[in-house]
């Protein structure tokens, strides 16, 4: 069965801080896969990606994928409490599969 | 551009009742999906549709019945609720297997 496991399922850390929150995947005819951020309301998409290695920024952001060792990473520098939110990893596979999330909490 | 539109934002049901979810894009987007997510969990698939006329399972399909007449319209039919289907529900939109934009939500209450 396809699934996505995103760890750790929570994480609090001070504004500054560097974090990276880890998705593993096993789906079947993988095509993408995305992140997105979701604070009170619906996510927000932050990535997409397709391709091995290659790394993809916005700003304090970043996120590369491994389609060797099926994974993904999403890292953020010098963590803001504006960044407090549930992180949420899917892959399109057959079909679109999420994670559970990693809630992280920034402290001032 | 509205984006992509739920109503209601909120309903309580009482055990058995029906009701329809109405979910609208007005981005031509040709795919589009139903979510449920349960407190503290991630999002499950319910059905999609990848163009007016077709639509297809996802992970948790039962209890939930969709029709795709229109590109902009995907509304999600609940029959005989029952309090396992108690979540928030969301719709989203987007081009073929790219990011997609959801909509604000559905908070649903089946008593």
């Known amino acids: 069965e396809d699934k996505v496991v995103q760890s750790p399922l929570s994480l609090v850390v001070h504004e500054g801080d560097t974090v990276t929150l880890n998705c593993s995947y096993e789906?079947?005819?993988?095509?993408?896969l995305l992140w997105y951020k979701q604070e009170k309301k619906a996510p927000t998409f932050l990535f997409m990606l397709t391709s091995s290695g290659i790394e993809k920024k916005s700003g304090r952001l970043s996120s590369i994928l491994d389609k060797k060792e099926l994974f993904s990473i999403l890292n953020i520098t010098a963590t803001q409490t504006g960044d407090s939110a549930v992180y949420l990893c899917?892959?399109?596979?057959?079909?679109?599969?999420f994670g559970a999330g990693t809630r992280l909490t920034v402290k001032p | 551009n509205a984006g992509v539109t739920q109503t209601p934002k909120f309903r309580i049901l009482k055990i058995g009742q029906s009701m329809t979810l109405q979910c609208t894009q007005d981005m031509n987007h040709n795919y589009m999906y139903w979510y449920r997510q349960d407190p503290g969990m991630g999002l499950k698939l319910i059905y999609y549709?990848?163009?007016?006329?077709?639509?297809d399972k996802g992970e948790v399909p039962n209890g939930y019945n969709v029709s795709r007449s229109t590109t902009e319209d995907f509304p999600l039919r609940l029959e005989l609720a029952a309090p396992s289907q108690t979540s928030v529900y969301f719709c989203?939109?987007?081009?073929?297997?790219?990011?997609?934009?959801f909509g604000p939500g559905t908070r649903l209450t089946v008593t």
């Open positions: 789906v079947t005819n993988f095509r993408s």
């Open positions: 989203a939109s987007s081009r073929p297997r790219n990011e997609q934009y």
């Open positions: 899917a892959v399109w596979g057959n079909d679109m599969r």
């Open positions: 549709s990848v163009g007016a006329g077709i639509t």
